[in-house]
């Protein structure tokens, strides 16, 4: 077997999934993304060399691995529907771009024997949208990348599906659900994310984009948001959504040429201006994210009023000075958090969302940051007292911002 990733213009094409050219090279996204019309400096995505060995992080993201070959069981169209009953409504977990994700029952071993004992085990499973024209194109790379990548804070691949016209990925299930939906959704009995939780989420997430980007051949992860962090029964967080992941500079380039791809307001400004990618584009996107978990804020919302709708843009005055910052921060964390620890997240996301990619700091030191931020434990003297939240509208008036076009889109 060749290189698993193959070479630019080589001839080599990953085994697992033959080569099926997609019918436009003009590809628009039908996810809440944009498209700048930029060409992709590989043909489809596996650009670059294989991973090396050299796939461990150390102590800043224990336990990953990359596998020599993808673990995935394929699996019938068949065995998705009865794992859906037929993709039923009420097995229906959410929608995103790629398509409508199911919760579903499958054996939880592959061999025909084992399920005969009927151990069933919950999945997720995503269905291709068949308008979707990115679609075979994401998919190719969810498999590819996430098939092979293994560590704690991502979300498990299982398996696939490729019938004729049908694609689907199937997922181990987080039944949690996604970050978007704790910070964002008012409208469930659920209660709000704690402080703590928020905290060990932001570390787990660093951790998972760190393990990405401390490979030998990097991986630029590219669509880092809130609903694509998933969350277990523990509240434990993991990155899902490897579509967009593309594999980092070689050659000792610095950067990646891209299409233009990826969510309003969580990516880098360089990558929108530019199309250049850099390893350091994803740390812009945690530092959004970091920013959402801190104020409870969307990045960005279309029904705030003006020069507010971008998170980023309305909060960088305030985040360096700790009176603002408290008047900023989440009125549901009040009371569970010290204002110094507050401070120092403040501070490392102004240093993540730096318009200067290289000026932002490593995931890796992300991670040293949150971890000493994590370990200051709330006492009397550092409590934060409660404050009059006049700055912001009613949670409940929160949404996702509506689909923009580039114009849309003002880069400062
Ligand atoms: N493994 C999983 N376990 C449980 N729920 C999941 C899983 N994967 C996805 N979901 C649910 O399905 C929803 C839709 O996910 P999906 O990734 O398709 O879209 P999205 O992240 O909202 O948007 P985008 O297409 O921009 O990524 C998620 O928000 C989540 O609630
Ligand atoms: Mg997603």
Redesign the pocket.
């Known amino acids: 077997m060749g290189n698993f990733f193959s070479c630019i213009g080589g001839s080599e094409t990953p085994d697992l999934v033959p080569e099926i050219h997609t019918p436009t090279s003009s590809v628009i996204s039908s996810?809440?993304?944009f498209n700048k019309g930029y060409s992709d400096s590989s043909s489809s995505g596996f650009s670059g060399v294989s991973f090396g060995e050299n796939f461990s992080c150390g102590d800043a993201s224990p336990g990953g691995e990359l596998l020599e070959k993808p673990n995935l069981r394929i699996f019938s169209f068949a065995e998705m529907k009865s794992a859906t009953k037929n993709f039923k409504s009420e097995t229906l977990?959410?929608?995103?771009?790629?398509?409508?994700?199911y919760?579903g029952w499958i054996d939880e071993k592959a061999s025909s024997v084992s399920s005969k004992s009927g151990i069933k085990i919950a999945?997720?499973i995503?269905k291709l949208n068949s308008e979707s024209v990115q679609g075979f194109e994401e998919w190719q790379s969810e498999v590819n990348f996430l098939g092979r990548l293994s560590h704690p804070n991502l979300?498990k691949l299982l398996g696939y599906c490729w019938e004729e016209q049908e694609l689907l990925l199937v997922?181990?299930?987080?039944?949690k659900?996604?970050l978007?939906?704790h910070l964002f959704r008012r409208n469930t009995n659920v209660e709000p994310l704690s402080w703590n939780r928020r905290m060990s989420i932001a570390v787990g997430v660093a951790r998972g984009l760190a393990f990405l980007h401390s490979s030998d051949k990097q991986v630029i992860y590219r669509?880092f948001?809130a609903?694509?962090i998933?969350l277990d029964v523990n509240y434990d967080a993991k990155i899902?959504?490897f579509?967009l992941a593309k594999l980092g500079p070689c050659g000792g380039n610095s950067h990646v040429t891209t299409r233009v791809m990826g969510?309003f307001g969580y990516a880098a400004p360089e990558y929108v201006a530019t199309g250049h990618l850099y390893v350091n584009s994803d740390v812009y996107g945690f530092g959004v994210v970091l920013l959402e978990m801190l104020t409870g804020l969307r990045a960005v919302d279309m029904n705030r009023s003006k020069g507010q709708q971008n998170l980023v843009e309305w909060m960088k005055p305030s985040l360096a000075n700790k009176r603002k910052l408290k008047e900023f921060m989440d009125p549901r964390l009040e009371g569970q958090y010290s204002l110094k620890a507050a401070y120092e997240l403040a501070q490392l996301t102004l240093k993540c969302v730096r318009k200067d990619p290289k000026a932002r700091p490593s995931m890796k030191e992300a991670v040293d940051v949150l971890q000493k931020a994590e370990a200051i434990k709330l006492n009397k003297g550092n409590r934060t007292p409660n404050n009059n939240h006049h700055h912001r509208s009613p949670y409940h008036s929160q949404h996702r911002g509506p689909r923009m076009s580039m114009e849309a889109y003002s880069l400062s």
């Open positions: 996810r809440n993304t977990l959410g929608e995103g771009g790629f398509g409508r994700v919760k999945v997720a995503k979300v997922y181990e299930y987080l039944p659900g996604s978007e939906n669509d948001k609903s694509n998933l899902s959504d579509g969510t």
